[in-house]
């Protein structure tokens, strides 16, 4: 099992930059690919981004393509979630996951850890 902790949220204006952090511990050695996800209040988790063991492959949903950037420092255990041109419609609760395995995810019904979740906040 795989320990996420986020940090980096808080409140931003419109067209701000905030950098999200996702710190492992645990199962570390263990080769998989890690997401980014949000939740929005009254709304289903969505898939926002994910990276490969080695982060050289990504994918990003259309509404964050261009905006978001997904990267890792593996040597860190450390996931990040770079998050340019913020718009309200980002707002959300954002969560890491480790996935099952080494394969690209978008289901999060794919990724067996999670951490607790950082607040984003993006006013207009």
């Known amino acids: 099992q795989v320990q996420l902790v986020e940090s980096g949220g808080g409140l931003v204006q419109a067209g701000g930059s905030l950098r999200l952090s996702c710190a492992a511990s645990g199962r570390t050695s263990s080769r998989y690919a890690m997401g980014w996800f949000r939740q929005a209040p009254g709304k289903e988790r969505d898939f926002v981004a994910t990276?490969?063991?080695?982060?050289?492959?990504?994918l990003s949903s259309a509404s964050v393509k261009g905006r978001f950037t997904i990267s890792r420092d593996n040597a860190k255990n450390t996931v990040y979630l770079q998050m340019n041109n913020l718009r309200p419609e980002d707002t959300a609760v954002y969560y890491c996951?480790?996935?099952?395995?080494?394969?690209?995810?978008?289901?999060?019904?794919?990724?067996?850890?999670w951490g607790q979740g950082t607040q984003v906040t993006v006013s207009s």
């Open positions: 996951a480790a996935a099952y395995d080494s394969n690209l995810h978008r289901n999060s019904g794919m990724y067996r850890d």
């Open positions: 990276i490969s063991w080695r982060g050289s492959i990504t």
